[in-house]
C-alpha cells in the first residue's frame, strides 16, 4: 500500500511539501506555471550547476562538483532537491551549452539585481579567480542569478538593492574598472585626474550620496561641509603644487601683490611665502596686512615698506642717509636724530620735515 506522501507525488507530479518553506516555494512555481514563465534558471534547458555545500566552498575548498552532461536538462525536481539539502549553486558555463545571453550569440548570464553579464565582471581584481566570475543562486531566492556582490549582499540583507542602491554599486565598479583599464579618472568636481600631484598619491572615490567621481580632497570637503568647494579652493591647490614644484627646481618665488622675491634680504620677516584662499602666492608683509585689514596692500603702503627695507638696509651696510627734502645727513651735527619714512609720502626724511609733512595735511 502506498503511503499517502507516495501517492501525493503520483498525484501531483511533485513531491508532498514538507514544512512551510517548501509549500511557500509550491505556491511560486504554481503561479509561474500558470502564467507560463518559469524562473530563469528552469529556462535554461542545457545548463550547468556547480554545486557546494557552504558559502566556504565557494572559494574551491571541499567542492563537489555534481555538473549534469552537456546534453542533459535542469529540472525542477532536480533544482527543488537542490534547494532543499541546503546548498548553493553556481551558474557555469558548460563546453558546448546552447547560448542564451549576451552579443554575438554568446552565453553571458545575467545578474537578476544588477543586470550585469558575466563577462563584464571578469576585468575586476577581485573576480580574478575564474570561480567568483560564475552567477550563482541563494538558497533563500531559487531561480535567480546572482553576481557574487549581489549574493553577498543578498546573503546579509536578505533583500536585493534598489534601483538607487544598484545606481550607486555601479558607479564603484565602473570606477574600478576604468581604473583597471588604465583609463584616466577625472574629478567631477575640480577636474583634476588621478596620480596628479595635487592627489598626494589619493585615489578618486565614488560619492554614493552624489553619485559623482570626487577626488580625496573634494569628497573630504563635501562630508565636512555638506556642500562642494569653491573655485578659489581649487585654485590654492593647485597654486600650493606649482609654488612646491617652483622651489625645487630653483626657479624665482615673487609675492602675487609687490612682487617681492622670496628670500630677499631686505625683507624683516624671513618666512617663507605662502598661498592665500584664494590661490595668490603671498609674501608675509602682505599676508599680514590682508589679515589685519582684509583687503590687499595698496601702492603707497607698498612704496613705505619698500623705502623702509632700503633705510635699514642702507645703516646695515653703513651707507650715508640723506633726506630727500632738505638734504641732511643722518647723524649730522644739524640732524641728530635718526631719518624715517613718511606715510603720507612715503619719502626718506629726518625729523623736522616728517613734522612739518604732518601739520600741512593737517
Not at 620677516?269 to 608683509?285: R, T
Amino acid at each position: 500500500m502506498e503511503s499517502r506522501s507516495e501517492h501525493s507525488r503520483h498525484e501531483g507530479g511533485q513531491k508532498a511539501p514538507q514544512n512551510t518553506k517548501d509549500l511557500d516555494d509550491v505556491a511560486n512555481r504554481s503561479d509561474a506555471e500558470e502564467t507560463g514563465r518559469l524562473p530563469s534558471v528552469l529556462a535554461c534547458p542545457r545548463r550547468r550547476y556547480r554545486i557546494h555545500e557552504s558559502d566556504d566552498d565557494l572559494e574551491g575548498e571541499g567542492e563537489v562538483d555534481h555538473s549534469k552532461p552537456d546534453n542533459a536538462e535542469t529540472s525542477a525536481d532536480d533544482l527543488d532537491h537542490i534547494i532543499d539539502e541546503g546548498l548553493n549553486v553556481d551558474a557555469n558555463e558548460g563546453g558546448d551549452d546552447e547560448y542564451i545571453h549576451g552579443p554575438d550569440n554568446r552565453k553571458d548570464a545575467i545578474c537578476t539585481c544588477c543586470n550585469r553579464l558575466e563577462s563584464q565582471i571578469h576585468t575586476m581584481e577581485r573576480y580574478r579567480n575564474l570561480t567568483n566570475i560564475y552567477h550563482r543562486i541563494h538558497v533563500l531566492l531559487p531561480g535567480k542569478l546572482l553576481c557574487l556582490a549581489c549574493w553577498e549582499f543578498f546573503g546579509d540583507n536578505k533583500r536585493l538593492r534598489t534601483p538607487e542602491e544598484v545606481q550607486k554599486f555601479l558607479n564603484t565598479v565602473y570606477l574600478k574598472e576604468a581604473r583597471l583599464a588604465g583609463e584616466g579618472i577625472i574629478c567631477d568636481h575640480c577636474k583634476v585626474v588621478e596620480g596628479s600631484p595635487v592627489c598626494n598619491d589619493k585615489k578618486h572615490r565614488t560619492n554614493r550620496e552624489l553619485s559623482q567621481v570626487l577626488c580625496y580632497k573634494c569628497d573630504l570637503y563635501y562630508k565636512d561641509h555638506n556642500e562642494h568647494c569653491s573655485p578659489n579652493i581649487i585654485r590654492s591647490r593647485q597654486a600650493r603644487i606649482e609654488l612646491q614644484a617652483a622651489r625645487e627646481a630653483g626657479r624665482l618665488v615673487q609675492c602675487s601683490n609687490c612682487y617681492t622675491v622670496e628670500g630677499d634680504s631686505l625683507l624683516a620677516n624671513k618666512k617663507k611665502f605662502h598661498v592665500n584662499f584664494k590661490g595668490d602666492i603671498m609674501c608675509p608683509p602682505c599676508s599680514t596686512y590682508y589679515s589685519e585689514h582684509v583687503k590687499q596692500r595698496d601702492q603707497q603702503t607698498m612704496r613705505h615698506s619698500n623705502k623702509r627695507r632700503l633705510l635699514k638696509d642702507s645703516r646695515q651696510s653703513d651707507r650715508q642717509i640723506i633726506c630727500e627734502r632738505c638734504r641732511v645727513a643722518e647723524s649730522s651735527s644739524s640732524c641728530p636724530s635718526k631719518h624715517g619714512v613718511s606715510r603720507e609720502t612715503g619719502q626718506i626724511l629726518c625729523q623736522r620735515c616728517r613734522v612739518k609733512v604732518r601739520q600741512y595735511d593737517d
